[in-house]
């Protein structure tokens, strides 16, 4: 099936009320409008902002100053080929996780506005773009990476570059490389309706790939692709009734349960896909805000993970929860902030939790559709 039919790219649709660059308005001015309309029956839309419940947090002088050292320690460290990944334990080179890495760090950029071909970073951010999409036309079938949570991270920074970049030569490649890591996506799924690490229906599913997958459907949804209702209900089906709890009011890993992480990606996958006001998203919300190791980076292992997920989970929650929350993981991440910029825990850690905290100090600006209520 071809998800992807007639569609030109879309406007950046988030009122950018705090950008006065210029380079952003060109950007959208170069874009004809989108013409394509959601199906009737698909929840994946994200909604008008409801009234105010609490005054939303806005980014303070100490969050802008992490958020800068962040960004300059990801240029000091982006490789030749424009990419982001974790050092070869051995050569001490540019390793492995570099689709993930590199959609994460684009991110990291777009959360503060800065796009390919734009403004200071325009050039590095150009070399990440161009890598990624190499990846893609290099594949004989788009898959790439290492598991299905690189192929579902590529999705989400193709769907928010589509028809944001300086060249408009961009947005037929970047179409044909979204649509070809939709196919996949949506080949996958399971019969239970969930994803896991290979790209294949008989492969099985876990909560933590399948939030990260359906994250990623969501973000294409927003840039015009169409998710079926099927898919959907499927996803739900999974979450609600394969891996929630009702006992701990959270969600397992496989099969009920209850981690931190899990909970967190859950939760939010469950929220995109239409069970924002259930009773289970409810009470998985109010799990974690009362877990006492939520914010402890040494009794939450998947700290950076975890919390990716769980801000916007608030962010979808509503005004009051994302106003208690904001705060707390920002003063967190302001604390654990390295001397060099970065968060990384060692020299050979993982690429993500750099970017993932740039992300979430992010918030406030609101600038990625995905991550908007």
């Known amino acids: 099936m071809n998800v992807i039919s007639n569609i030109k790219p879309r406007y950046f649709t988030t009122v950018l009320c705090f950008v006065t660059a210029s380079f952003v308005a060109a950007s959208l001015a170069a874009q004809p409008p989108s013409t394509v309309e959601a199906p009737a029956d698909a929840p994946l839309a994200v909604e008008a902002p409801a009234t105010a419940e609490a005054e939303a947090p806005e980014l303070t002088e100490e969050a802008e100053k992490a958020i800068e050292r962040g960004l300059t320690f990801l240029i000091a460290t982006q490789n030749k080929d424009g990419s982001w990944s974790s050092k070869d334990k051995e050569k001490g080179e540019a390793g492995g996780y570099a689709i993930a890495g590199t959609s994460l760090g684009l ?4 959360v503060e506005g800065h796009f390919p071909g734009f403004g200071r970073y325009g050039k590095a951010l150009d070399r990440a773009k161009n890598y990624l999409l190499k990846r893609s036309k290099d594949s004989p079938t788009g898959a790439m990476g290492v598991k299905m949570y690189e192929i579902g991270l590529f999705t989400i920074a193709m769907s928010e570059l589509w028809g944001m970049t300086s060249d408009p030569e961009d947005n ?4 044909e490389s979204l649509e070809r890591a939709v196919q996949i996506i949506l080949r996958s799924q399971s019969p239970l309706g969930g994803w896991r690490y290979a790209p294949r229906p008989d492969s099985g599913q876990d909560t933590s790939v399948t939030a990260m997958v359906f994250v990623s459907l969501a973000s294409a949804r927003e840039a015009g692709v169409l998710v079926p209702a099927e898919t959907i209900e499927r996803v739900t089906g999974y979450l609600r009734d394969q891996a929630f709890d009702e006992r701990r009011g959270g969600f397992g890993y496989q099969g009920k349960g209850y981690t931190i992480a899990c909970t967190a990606g859950g939760v939010y996958a469950a929220q995109l896909a239409g069970n924002r006001d259930t009773e289970w998203v409810l009470a998985a919300l109010n799990a974690l805000e009362n877990d006492p190791n939520m914010f402890s980076r040494k009794d939450n292992g998947h700290f950076y993970y975890s919390h990716y997920y769980a801000m916007q989970a608030m962010v979808q929650a509503g005004e009051e929860r994302y106003a208690n929350w904001y705060p707390r993981i920002r003063d967190s991440l302001i604390s654990l902030q390295k001397p060099n910029g970065s968060w990384q825990e060692n020299e050979l850690d993982y ?17 990625i559709p995905v991550y908007q209520r």
Not at 107 to 110: E, G
Not at 172 to 175: G, L, R, S, T
């Open 351 to 367: 690429p993500h939790k750099t970017p993932m905290s740039i992300i979430i100090l992010g918030t406030p600006n609101r600038y």
């Open 172 to 175: 037929k490649v970047i179409q």
């Open 107 to 110: 991110m990291a950029f777009m």
